[in-house]
């Protein structure tokens, strides 16, 4: 779903400069062409955020509630494969018959496909991809459903061509960075003492997913975020660890109740991580939940609290604070994080907590 209504799936950005003067026009140079004039290749442009074909940006439908919203759309024509197949073989069949021949050149069955290729693909409706983003005017926030790395990599080059401005993703190692702490000095930390020496993952997401397993079992759940208040952490599954070197690399845990299973204990005390997991934070009567992809700071399925705003302008507003809030509350714990990560003193003593909880805990099959 897009940020309207449902749930919302998307990358934290930050703009390093705020956007420029009369921004929407810059968009509307890079709009997406008009479908009937897609060929064979494919075209990616800008449309509104009401809807994919919406390619005429002007501030009425490219600015809503104080934000910007446009979507990245990737256009092409394709045919689909069990199609393209039978189409060729029909007509590989047809010449072989008029021919009288046994089997075709391998020239022949190339210009076959080129044939059926240029017959074919211009009656193949569009498909088309898109990446929605929110962004603050006036501000250094950005959300976009840029999930996989080449998608992220896609939408900052369109955005950077449209506004000369490249939005720095926040993953767990720029996140650290903006807190002046660089995760590239901390030394490797094995979580179970039962696997000391072993080749386990440096990643810094890895480390904080674990520990925010860690935190919402053996700390008693809670974490106070300043100016927010107290938030309840919770950690679900699905789950996914990873381990770097021989053996399983990664395994996941999916049916019944996977955090408390023998295989979830298994993981840890052969000094797996989490690197993927259903995280829940709430505060009073308002929870936050979504799927968490630690090693990217990707958020699947982010689920917000209950809108009771009518019109559809102030319910997106309210959808926009609430993710603000998670973000705000999500990065505040991530500073804990990272306070006591990169403190050596503090880490050593936390490592020794965590080896006991990770030997001590029960399971259940």
Not at 118 to 128: D, E, G, Y
Not at 144 to 170: C, V
Not at 307 to 324: K, P
């Amino acid at each position: 779903m897009g940020f309207e209504s449902g749930s919302v799936s998307l990358r934290l950005f930050h703009l390093p400069q705020p956007l420029p003067e009369r921004v929407v026009p810059r968009f509307a140079r890079h709009a997406l062409p008009p479908l009937d004039t897609l060929g064979a290749g494919k075209v990616v442009g800008w449309v509104s955020g009401r809807h994919l074909l919406d390619r005429q940006l002007t501030d009425a439908n490219a600015l809503y509630g104080g934000y910007l919203r446009l979507t990245l759309v990737a256009a092409e024509r394709k045919i689909p494969a069990a199609l393209f197949r039978a189409e060729c073989k029909l007509e590989e069949l047809a010449q072989l018959a008029a021919g009288g021949q046994d089997r075709l050149s391998a020239r022949a069955r190339s210009d076959i496909r080129q044939q059926v290729t240029a017959r074919l693909l211009p009656q193949m409706p569009p498909q088309l991809k898109a990446i929605p983003f929110v962004s603050e005017p006036a501000g250094a926030r950005l959300w976009a459903a840029a999930l996989a790395d080449k998608q992220t990599d896609e939408f900052l080059l369109h955005f950077h061509q449209a506004t000369g401005l490249s939005p720095i993703p926040l993953t767990p190692e720029a996140a650290a960075a903006r807190r002046q702490v660089d995760v590239r000095q901390w030394d490797v930390s094995c979580f179970s003492s039962e696997a000391a020496g072993e080749p386990v993952s440096d990643r810094a997401g890895h480390d904080f997913l674990t520990w925010f397993w860690f935190i919402s079992e053996a700390r008693g759940g809670m974490a106070a975020v300043p100016g927010l208040g107290s938030f309840g952490l919770l950690l679900e599954g699905p789950l996914t660890f990873v381990m770097e070197g021989g053996g399983a690399h990664e395994v996941i845990l999916r049916k019944g109740e996977p955090r408390l299973s023998a295989e979830a204990k298994a993981a840890l005390v052969s000094g797996k991580k989490l690197k993927r997991a259903k995280i829940t934070l709430t505060r009073g009567d308002q929870t936050w939940t979504c799927a968490l992809d630690a090693e990217n700071f990707v958020f699947r399925g982010l689920r917000l609290p209950t809108t009771e705003q009518v019109d559809a302008v102030s319910r997106f507003q309210d959808r926009l604070r609430q993710i603000e809030l998670f973000q705000d509350a999500f990065l505040g714990i991530y500073d804990q994080f990272l306070a006591e990560r990169n403190d050596a003193a503090r880490w050593e003593n936390t490592l020794l907590e965590i080896r006991r909880w990770v030997a001590d805990r029960a399971t259940r099959r």
